[in-house]
């Protein structure tokens, strides 16, 4: 039987095919130092593990409603007042099954066949697949490494065409960990305004930020641009919840009621013993992400150190999330290879380092390390890159 062509023109995970490799790999006894997975290394709270199990206790285990538990709605609404200055009633909330299906919600709800979507790259490479999924057209603006992986007005302005529907800002980003400053945000902010153009704001490392800059939501810069703009977020990277797939989106309510109608068919509802989970997270004074901040800065200084010195190897330094994106065109060139992708295999094979190709990301010249794991991996990954690159340049 033929499959749908919606699902024939999909490109699968790099990031999930990088760590199905590597765990093969482990399972046959090597050992393997796997830099690709994006989730943090430490384990979900305790008081959000006691919150679960009493939910279970508690007999809180039949549906909810489509679009999440009033009490997760609230605890969310007082978050966004109190971190971001943004007020939103609850029709103006929904909660998903991970942040991931938020965005695969919305770009369903919004989309008709053949509208465009305006994707800043290097991406998150679940982006262009949602948008095709919805049979719109993602459509790529390179953002220059130089101008740390950031479009400019200019660049955004230049790529809008009748068909234009939403821009996808990421900030910090994946795979890059770069941010948009209050004045980049504004300036691209009006561009949006004057174009009538839904922007899509991803903000789920938003507490994984690791200078004085603040985390700036684009919704907050005024009141028409909070009207255009739908925000994303979850607990899985604040909150070491990964696996408990808990996001929510805020937005126009008209928005908002289309993806609970749509969500009611696709998925009933979020799993409820995790939304109370996540409601202690949201509800407690305790803040999971100062000690994860305090060891992921380390660990980030510990291998941009590294990883810089490796020749053929040039690096910008992040600023948030939890990945460096080196660029690794001069190893590439020096090793003798074609392409990342090859590079990135060979060194898998080789000295049992994973990491994922930027090709995945719109970015054929990088490749993303994840820090999420010991310093002691992250010093032992490094010693054994520049190995591999020193061994074999001609």
Same mark, same amino acid.
């Given at each position: 039987m033929r499959l749908a062509n919606r699902v024939m023109n999909l490109t699968p995970s790099s990031t999930l095919a990088i760590s199905a490799k590597a765990k093969a790999l482990k399972k046959e006894g090597h050992d393997v130092i796997g830099l690709g997975v994006g989730e943090p290394d430490f384990n979900t709270p305790q008081y959000i593990l006691d919150a679960a199990n009493q939910a279970m206790q508690d007999g809180l285990t039949k549906y909810t409603p489509s679009g999440g538990i009033p009490e997760l709605k609230k605890a969310i609404a007082k978050k966004f007042k109190k971190d971001n200055q943004l007020d939103y009633e609850l029709d103006e909330i929904i909660i998903t099954t991970g942040a991931k299906h938020a965005l695969y919600t919305l770009f369903q709800v919004i989309l008709n066949a053949g509208d465009e979507v305006i994707v800043p790259?290097?991406?998150?490479?679940?982006?262009?697949?949602?948008?095709?999924?919805?049979?719109?057209?993602?459509?790529?603006?390179?953002?220059?490494?130089?101008?740390?992986?950031?479009?400019?007005?200019?660049?955004?302005?230049?790529?809008?065409?009748?068909?234009?529907?939403?821009?996808?800002?990421?900030?910090?980003?994946?795979?890059?960990?770069?941010?948009?400053?209050?004045?980049?945000?504004?300036?691209?902010?009006?561009?949006?305004?004057?174009?009538?153009?839904?922007?899509?704001?991803?903000?789920?490392?938003?507490?994984? !930020?690791?200078?004085?800059?603040?985390?700036?939501?684009?919704?907050?810069?005024?009141?028409?641009?909070?009207?255009?703009?739908?925000?994303?977020?979850?607990?899985?990277?604040?909150?070491?919840?990964?696996?408990?797939? !808990?996001?929510?989106?805020?937005?126009?309510?008209?928005?908002?009621?289309?993806?609970?109608?749509?969500?009611?068919?696709?998925?009933?509802?979020?799993?409820?013993?995790?939304?109370?989970?996540?409601?202690?997270?949201?509800?407690?004074?305790?803040?999971?992400?100062?000690?994860?901040?305090?060891?992921?800065?380390?660990?980030?200084?510990t291998l941009y150190d590294l990883i810089t010195t490796i020749p053929g190897i040039t690096c910008r330094q992040p600023k948030g999330a939890f990945y460096l994106f080196p660029n690794v065109s001069g190893a590439i060139k020096q090793n003798g290879f074609q392409t990342v992708d090859a590079w990135v295999e060979a060194l898998l094979e080789e000295v049992k380092v994973a990491l994922v190709p930027g090709s995945g990301f719109g970015a054929p010249e990088n490749v993303r390390l994840s820090y999420a794991t010991s310093k002691e991996e992250l010093v032992e990954a490094a010693q054994r890159i520049k190995h591999f690159v020193e061994k074999n340049q001609q």
């Amino acid at each position: 039987m033929r499959l749908a062509n919606r699902v024939m023109n999909l490109t699968p995970s790099s990031t999930l095919a990088i760590s199905a490799k590597a765990k093969a790999l482990k399972k046959e006894g090597h050992d393997v130092i796997g830099l690709g997975v994006g989730e943090p290394d430490f384990n979900t709270p305790q008081y959000i593990l006691d919150a679960a199990n009493q939910a279970m206790q508690d007999g809180l285990t039949k549906y909810t409603p489509s679009g999440g538990i009033p009490e997760l709605k609230k605890a969310i609404a007082k978050k966004f007042k109190k971190d971001n200055q943004l007020d939103y009633e609850l029709d103006e909330i929904i909660i998903t099954t991970g942040a991931k299906h938020a965005l695969y919600t919305l770009f369903q709800v919004i989309l008709n066949a053949g509208d465009e979507v305006i994707v800043p790259s290097p991406y998150w490479v679940s982006y262009p697949e949602q948008i095709k999924l919805a049979e719109g057209e993602p459509v790529f603006v390179h953002a220059l490494e130089e101008n740390d992986f950031k479009i400019t007005p200019e660049q955004l302005e230049q790529s809008i065409t009748n068909k234009t529907k939403a821009l996808i800002i990421n900030s910090p980003s994946n795979p890059t960990g770069m941010m948009y400053s209050k004045e980049e945000l504004y300036a691209l902010g009006e561009v949006c305004l004057k174009h009538n153009i839904l922007i899509v704001s991803d903000e789920i490392y938003e507490k994984l !930020i690791y200078t004085s800059d603040p985390h700036i939501s684009i919704a907050q810069l005024s009141p028409e641009l909070k009207a255009q703009t739908v925000v994303i977020n979850g607990v899985s990277k604040s909150h070491a919840m990964t696996g408990w797939r !808990i996001g929510y989106l805020a937005g126009p309510k008209g928005i908002v009621k289309a993806m609970t109608n749509h969500v009611s068919h696709a998925t009933s509802n979020p799993t409820s013993i995790a939304q109370y989970a996540a409601l202690r997270a949201y509800e407690t004074d305790q803040d999971p992400t100062i000690e994860m901040r305090a060891i992921f800065k380390e660990r980030l200084q510990t291998l941009y150190d590294l990883i810089t010195t490796i020749p053929g190897i040039t690096c910008r330094q992040p600023k948030g999330a939890f990945y460096l994106f080196p660029n690794v065109s001069g190893a590439i060139k020096q090793n003798g290879f074609q392409t990342v992708d090859a590079w990135v295999e060979a060194l898998l094979e080789e000295v049992k380092v994973a990491l994922v190709p930027g090709s995945g990301f719109g970015a054929p010249e990088n490749v993303r390390l994840s820090y999420a794991t010991s310093k002691e991996e992250l010093v032992e990954a490094a010693q054994r890159i520049k190995h591999f690159v020193e061994k074999n340049q001609q």
